[in-house]
């Protein structure tokens, strides 16, 4: 009340007061109209320091922590000041408090069109232009701001009605930023972003499905998640092939060369919002497959400071070329992903689940889907990522997504049809492979 006082400000909108708690009808129908409670606010007051509602907005500071440090060099002819600045200065302030890791503030802050933080030891600001504080009045020095919509209103973005490639690594980043967050019900990992999106698909005319864009859907297949996923609490959230299947923190691959093509994709929606609650989907693809049945576990490989990822010999069933028949493979014959003594730190092929309670125990059975090669600017040795898929336990010819793959080497990715050339820095899907067309549920 006292910082709304002093701007003048009349009217004050308030979540935990403005929304009937646990109750769901109320919930369902407020939810749907977060975008533009937020968007059409004058300024977000936001408690960023607390960790809790009744620690409010007020502490005492201590100006001397929040200034940069100050280096004097010094040398035969010359003396020179450099400050030291922190380039997580924003986040370790910001972003990784208590109040903004919560999922419903993410959209919250992002609409907004201003934003005032009550930090620990001074004030920042953050709007759609810039962002600052009471120590850089003009901007903080380093820091990328993710609040920048830019990307979905150019004029290219708007006349295609599907998302440009900026605006899709705008999205993508969101994501990585949002699935860091917790929510207190796991039900809500879609609905939680509902607003944002829908800010998305009216400004672009693109359709969403399950936290991803019909227009970029190949090129947004290859998602990861920065540690095994838990299922949610929930029967059904969204199909196997979103981000949005699982709890936990996941990464999206850069727009790569891609070797599949959506042919189709589907969503049921409830009927209070389009972009919250879904119902069962499924999306068809084609793309280069080999059936894959694990031989051994060669050894653990630290793939991050997070994740532990592991190397595994793989037999494949190479994939007949004169059939796209599911039903029916090739002669099956011994391919060694992994060398029988890898080299001290390449990972020539592991295998990253998508949940924890996913094993891939000796014997079990797979189909590898061949999707994207990195950007050669971004990699030394290049190396195809894929998705690891298994048949439902109700139907043969519907598949679910149980993890991703990658395989290094020119030798290895030719199995699955896909030719590099290092030097032009190119690669692209040899003529005469068969791909095949999967349904993923």
Not at 191 to 211: H, M, N, P, S, V
Not at 269 to 287: P, V, W, Y
Not at 295 to 305: A, G, K, Q
Not at 391 to 420: A, Q, Y
């Amino acid at each position: 009340m006292t910082v709304a006082r002093r701007f003048s400000i009349r009217y004050l909108w308030v979540d935990s007061l403005c929304i009937i708690q646990d109750s769901k009808e109320d919930w369902e129908r407020e939810s749907s109209t977060m975008r533009h409670v937020y968007a059409n606010s004058s300024c977000n007051i936001c408690a960023t320091a607390s960790s809790n509602p009744s620690e409010g907005l007020f502490r005492a500071r201590q100006n001397n922590i929040i200034q940069p440090g100050l280096m004097i060099m010094k040398t035969d002819s010359t003396t020179n000041k450099y400050y030291i600045i922190n380039n997580g200065y924003w986040d370790s302030q910001v972003t990784r408090t208590v109040l903004n890791k919560r999922g419903w503030v993410f959209q919250e802050r992002l609409l907004a069109p201003r934003i005032l933080h009550f930090a620990r030891h001074q004030l920042f600001w953050e709007c759609f232009t810039e962002n600052k504080c009471e120590v850089y009045p003009v901007g903080i020095p380093l820091h990328r701001p993710l609040k920048s919509f830019k990307p979905i209103f150019t004029e290219a973005t708007q006349k295609e009605g599907a998302l440009s490639m900026d605006a899709l690594c705008l999205w993508h980043r969101l994501i990585k930023e949002y699935t860091n967050c917790a929510l207190t019900r796991s039900s809500d990992r879609l609905a939680a972003l509902a607003g944002l999106a829908r800010l998305f698909q009216d400004a672009t005319g693109d359709e969403y499905l399950y936290g991803l864009w019909r227009s970029r859907l190949a090129e947004s297949m290859h998602w990861q998640p920065l540690s095994p996923m838990t299922k949610h609490s929930c029967e059904y959230l969204s199909p196997s092939w979103s981000w949005a299947s699982g709890i936990g923190s996941v990464t999206i691959s850069a727009p790569d060369s891609h070797f599949i093509t959506v042919l189709d994709a589907r969503s049921h929606s409830s009927s209070f919002d389009i972009t919250g609650q879904l119902l069962r989907g499924f999306i068809k693809i084609k793309g280069p497959v080999v059936r894959a049945t694990c031989v051994e576990n060669v050894r653990p490989i630290l793939v991050s400071r997070r994740t532990t990822s592991k190397v595994y010999q793989l037999r494949l069933e190479v994939w007949p070329p004169e059939s796209d028949d599911m039903t029916h493979f090739g002669s099956s014959r011994q391919l060694f992903i992994a060398p029988p003594k890898p080299s001290p730190g390449l990972i020539t092929a592991a295998l990253f689940q998508d949940f924890q309670s996913t094993k891939f125990d000796v014997g079990r059975s797979m189909l590898l889907l061949g999707v994207c090669v990195p950007l050669f600017d971004k990699v030394v040795e290049p190396h195809l990522k894929g998705l690891i898929l298994e048949h439902t336990s109700s139907s043969s010819d519907l598949f679910v997504r149980i993890g991703t793959f990658e395989i290094r080497g020119k030798d290895r990715m030719e199995e699955f049809g896909v030719c590099v050339n290092s030097e032009n820095k190119s690669c692209w899907l040899n003529e005469g492979v068969k791909r095949a067309v999967i349904t993923i549920v």
